[in-house]
């Protein structure tokens, strides 16, 4: 009812390995007649541990960014 115009739903990441969710999100687009997308659980990872894999090579080589790194101002370069 709220997006009416949407035909389906992807559910990826690392939440969509949750069994609980992928079903009752399955139902939900079963029920409205929606088309309900998810890749199988072993490719629905959180990439928290590569983040920290590569972090810890970078803290190893002393390359910290300093407190004036703002996230949502990294250029995009073209992208988004």
Known sequence: Q???QAQGL????GVANNQFIR????L???GTGKFYLSPPRKFCADNGAMIAFVA???AARGEFADLSLDACKVPT????
Do not use: I, M
């Open 56 to 58: 810890s090579y970078k």
């Open 28 to 30: 939900l687009c079963k």
């Open 10 to 13: 992807a559910f990826v990441g």
């Open 23 to 26: 079903s009752q999100l399955e």
């Open 77 to 80: 370069h073209g992208v988004g």
């Open 2 to 4: 709220r997006y009416p």
